[in-house]
């Protein structure tokens, strides 16, 4: 890490809300994706946190889509993380992504319990 770069000390659980748990995640790098359920309201919730920055916002994104339903994306310029993005897929396949910079990435369907 460059001297002028901090730790960031958001998470998943800070960006996302309580009660939700990391599921699955995706390292791209300078992020990672963060997929996480809350068991008791049955959402998923997508982010894409920065490890460290400079205080300069880079485009960053996450998207998340329930089987038979429309993606759900926030994507633009950001200093610290993208979302959070919610689906509520009880029993329903998904898929989830994310990027940072020039790095995009998606899953293909699961987690479709």
Do not use: F
């Not at 894409?48 to 205080?55: A, C, F, K, V």
């Not at 950001?78 to 009880?90: E, K």
Request: overall charge neutral.
């Amino acid at each position: 890490m460059m001297p002028h770069q901090q730790p960031l000390k958001t998470g998943p659980s800070a960006v996302c809300g309580s009660g939700y748990s990391v599921i699955d995640s995706k390292d791209l790098g300078p992020a990672v994706i963060y997929l996480t359920y809350n068991s008791s309201n049955g959402y998923n919730c997508v982010t894409t946190i920065l490890d460290s920055y400079d205080g300069g916002a880079m485009w960053m994104g996450s998207s998340i889509q329930k089987s038979g339903g429309s993606e759900i994306s926030d994507n633009g310029g950001y200093t610290r993380y993208a979302g959070p993005v919610y689906v509520s897929a009880p029993n329903t396949c998904i898929k989830w992504g994310g990027g940072v910079q020039d790095v995009v990435w998606k899953s293909g369907w699961g987690h479709c319990g």
